[in-house]
């Protein structure tokens, strides 16, 4: 793994705050599954390079193709439970029995530098998100309706029927606190959706 656990458990212990002190700003996007965040991310990575996007770490093993560092931190479960412990994450939860959490200090670090932090996470990482970093802007895609997001998922071809329905109960859910969020942008036509992302982050 790339990150210096111990290291980074040091950094942070002594320089944790409750909230970002400096020029930079932290972008917390979410939607349910199937919403098209990554490909909204990949784009606008693409038109703006100074964008920061955090990396996740993650106790699940690395899937094929998937590089440690650039898609996930990949680490142990007693790692991960120090990082816990330590108050090392801003944000973390369990899914299907592994940990997904966002590091603390290296975006810290891009925010002391004055760089815009994109983080990409779940509902309930947002939430917390908005206790540990509460001048977060925090955005939340939506699907132009819920009959177009359950084709979105269907389209895809790559779950079973349980899994769908398990998914699509959780993004009735996750629209329901759409609400509580900064912008809430509906992704129908991704020119669009990208501009009003831009007018957010940018300015």
Request: proline share 4%.
């Amino acid at each position: 793994m790339l990150l210096d656990l111990s290291q980074e458990m040091q950094i942070a212990n002594s320089t944790q705050t409750n909230d970002f002190q400096s020029g930079g700003k932290l972008i917390v996007l979410t939607g349910p599954s199937g919403v098209g965040k990554g490909t909204l991310v990949q784009v606008l990575l693409q038109r703006h390079p100074e964008l920061y996007l955090s990396i996740s770490a993650t106790t699940r093993a690395p899937r094929l193709g998937e590089v440690d560092g650039k898609h996930y931190y990949f680490v142990s479960r007693s790692d991960f439970e120090a990082m816990i412990a330590g108050n090392n994450l801003l944000e973390w939860a369990e899914f299907a029995g592994n940990y997904y959490g966002t590091p603390r200090v290296p975006v810290e670090q891009q925010i002391a530098l004055g760089k815009t932090v994109l983080l990409e996470i779940e509902l309930e990482g947002a939430n917390q998100i908005s206790t540990s970093c509460p001048n977060a802007l925090r955005i939340f895609i939506l699907p132009p309706s819920f009959n177009i997001l359950e084709q979105r998922l269907r389209d895809r071809a790559t779950e079973s029927e349980p899994a769908i329905l398990r998914r699509l109960q959780r993004a009735q859910i996750e629209i329901d606190g759409a609400n509580n969020f900064d912008f809430q942008i509906v992704n129908d036509d991704l020119e669009e959706a990208l501009h009003q992302l831009e007018t957010a982050i940018l300015t």
